[in-house]
């Protein structure tokens, strides 16, 4: 994500996976140093020696020296934007429709589940407009 390249390279599949094995990658050389060393850090083979997601948000080039900022629910309007551009994907609204109502209500110890407002406010907003829509 850094570079818009993959890490690693191979002419063959072989040689690929023989490079991500071992740790073998490509780092352009335009990386700053803080760069470098996050992701010399990341890409540690040993995973107990593999930099933990808490020293990663706390290394200098993520620069987020208060740890991640805090996570939004989408409004109402960002899920009809997303749901218009579902559609416009080939998506159909009644499957959009249908996989937020069921996301209301996860499986028993994932996730949270919705407040008793806004599981009111989505099902308004699903609803079909005007009278006697289906």
Known sequence: MVTGELPFEGNTFGELRARVLSGIYHEPHY?????????????????QSRSTL??????PWVGLPNGLPPCRKPSLGQHEAATETMVCLGIRKEDIDRALLEAREPPSGHGERSTPVEAEALERALQPEGP???
């Open 54 to 59: 808490d020293s990663i948000i706390k290394h």
């Open 31 to 47: 990386l700053s140093q803080q760069c470098r060393d996050l992701l010399k850090k990341m890409m540690t083979l040993d995973p």
């Open 132 to 134: 006697g829509a289906a």
